[in-house]
């Protein structure tokens, strides 16, 4: 396999360096060793392989998410003031394959309008239906044929589902006033508004379908000029003097260097021939940039690094879905949630020796697009929220405001629960709102691969303050939901804002379920403000990174970067807006979209 942790001596250069082996460069890398075996392929990843049992099983992704995993990049922003001057930690994958070897595996696309309201050329809905469709093997309902049946990836229910949590989330949400749907990805039925079975990137058999699985590992085998470097960080690009990109500077990644050794790794250079693709991610690919010379002059010129090309665009507008998630007690048995393995109940080792069904579940089994059913609910938010909504959301019916999902299980630190006994069972509402107008950045500080990076996520940060009461909208929705659920017994109150005594708000646990008809929850302006005081010190990550090197502001619709040639981005950096869904699907139609247009320039 052309697997190295150190480049042969004889390899100085190739036709195509790929900086970053995540979601979307794996895709390009095999994309183009299939129009040419003969094209000299190099993919540079920061991480290791991505032959983890924390991969491989679905069932064990949270692992990658504790503080000691090498499987993820764990990015850390400053204080920010409008979040209680918290430090919010944003994880992105750090293996090869990126998010899709490390993430939750929801399977969800964006909305028609979404992508329509880009307006870029060659980027519309109807125009990325082909990558969309071509990157899947989808086992689903497909009513108007706008999914793929012989792709990469495989798309199905997996090998386990908690049927009873499933079902009656489902009904719930009906019952709430949103109609069920077999199919709300199709970009067209039922406005893409309501509540679905899930599907994920997990095939039939319970395998994880992330794209260095599915497409780079089978071309190692058979494409003698496809290299990828591990365990290894770009430093920089470097130009030759009419602004062509010619090179990348490289080193070890310090995450894997030798602790014995205290000197720095040594620094190379290798030439590409051709393009040099930067697929480092939204918080990754920034900073190769800035290093390089492209950027804000004033940012640049503070960080100590001399200015290539302006473009101020780098780095700006970060987004991300904004997420909370609410546990509840239930009346499920230990065979219908993960708690058993999540609070450490049973041996992990077991589990697979035994190949329990459940290895290949990620405790989600629904998904849901919605959005406020009544003009009350709209006005209930305030003036702000309302012309908001006149302005973005009245005349776009296919757009939510948020996603949800129950988990089966307790998703938190199992010490909040230490002493409730290993007998209960839990599941949570995860919400995130889906089109946040607040907006972050992520910037150098200094011209080192070690230098800190200047990061805040800006979440809930947006001037009219739309952004959080989204969130008491959200917070009040689920809650009405799940109390409609025979299964649910109370909310795990420490989870919960602190209501008052005497708030009719305030959490409860119950030993049955809600009887008759169960009316919906009163909530005062006094209730309203301690759901946005929790908000604002709970809110945290979906893991969706994007839009930090926009097409329009930093790369063309052919994913040029402007003012310089021979550099590309393909990664979820270059989205110009965002998208009402879980990123990991468009991440791999920009990895389609990218291989094309450049097996097109090449004339392949």
Request: proline share 7%; aromatic share 6%; net charge negative.
């Amino acid at each position: 396999m052309g697997l190295f942790k150190e480049l042969p001596q004889s390899l100085t250069e190739v036709d195509i360096i790929i900086a970053g082996g995540g979601t979307a460069g794996c895709i390009v890398a095999a994309r183009l060793a299939d129009a040419d075996p003969n094209l000299s392929i190099l993919v540079i990843e920061g991480g290791s392989n991505n032959d983890l049992p924390t991969v491989t099983f679905p069932i064990f992704f949270s692992q990658n998410l504790t503080p000691a995993s090498k499987a993820n990049i764990f990015y850390q922003t400053a204080p920010e003031n409008q979040l209680n001057d918290r430090q919010v930690i944003v994880p992105a994958g750090g293996v090869l394959g990126g998010g899709s070897s490390t993430n939750l595996m929801m399977y969800t696309r964006a909305q028609r309008s979404d992508i329509d309201a880009w307006g870029v050329p060659g980027w519309s809905s109807d125009e990325l239906l082909p990558y969309l469709k071509k990157l899947e093997t989808y086992h689903g309902v497909d009513r108007n044929n706008s999914h793929g049946r012989d792709g990469p990836i495989q798309v199905s229910t997996s090998t386990f589902t908690s049927s009873r949590l499933q079902d009656q989330f489902i009904s719930a949400v009906e019952k709430v006033g949103w109609p069920a749907s077999d199919d709300l990805q199709d970009l067209d039925s039922s406005n893409g508004i309501g509540v679905q079975r899930a599907l994920r990137y997990i095939s039939p058999d319970g395998a994880r379908q992330d794209t260095a699985t599915r497409y780079l590992h089978p071309r190692l085998q058979s494409r003698l000029n496809l290299h990828v470097l591990l365990e290894t960080s770009v430093i920089r690009v470097l130009f030759d003097n009419n602004k062509r990109a010619t090179a990348v500077e490289f080193t070890r990644n310090p995450l894997y260097s030798d602790p014995s050794t205290p000197s720095p790794s040594p620094i190379h250079t290798i030439t590409a021939r051709k393009t040099i693709i930067l697929s480092s991610g939204a918080l990754g690919t920034p900073p190769i940039l800035e290093r390089s010379g492209l950027g804000d002059p004033a940012i640049l010129t503070k960080a100590g690094v001399p200015v290539m090309h302006p473009l101020p665009g780098v780095g700006s507008s970060y987004e991300d879905h904004q997420l909370c998630i609410y546990p509840y007690h239930s009346s499920l048995t230990p065979s219908e949630t993960a708690d058993s393995l999540a609070l450490g109940r049973v041996d992990p080792v077991s589990v697979i020796q035994r190949n329990d069904p459940i290895l290949g579940w990620n405790a989600m089994d629904v998904t849901c697009k919605l959005r406020p059913l009544s003009q009350k609910d709209i006005t209930s938010l305030g003036p702000a929220f309302e012309k908001a909504w006149k302005r973005d959301y009245e005349d776009v019916p296919d757009k939510p405001l948020a996603m949800m999902a129950p988990v089966g299980c307790f998703p938190q630190n199992p010490a909040i629960i230490a002493g409730e006994g290993a007998d209960k069972q839990y599941f949570s509402v995860s919400c995130f709102t889906v089109h946040p107008y607040s907006r972050g950045h992520v910037h150098i500080t200094g011209p080192e691969l070690t230098a800190p990076l200047d990061f805040r996520t800006g979440f809930l940060g947006d001037a009219e303050g739309v952004d959080v009461k989204m969130h008491v909208w959200l917070y009040k929705t689920q809650r009405e939901i799940v109390r409609r659920m025979s299964v649910y017994r109370g909310e795990v109150s420490v989870c919960h804002p602190p209501f008052p005594e005497g708030s009719k708000a305030k959490a409860i646990e119950l030993s049955s379920q809600l009887d008759g008809e169960v009316p919906n929850i009163e909530y005062t302006h006094e209730d309203d403000a301690v759901i946005e005081q929790w908000v604002r010190q709970n809110v945290g990550t979906t893991w969706h990174s994007l839009g930090t090197t926009k097409i329009g502001s930093v790369v063309d619709n052919n994913l040029n970067v402007l003012g310089v040639s021979g550099l590309k981005i393909a990664d979820l950096s270059v989205l110009p807006g965002n998208v009402a869904a879980n990123t990991n699907n468009m991440a791999m139609v920009v990895g389609e979209k990218a291989a094309d247009i450049i097996i097109k320039e090449l004339g392949l």
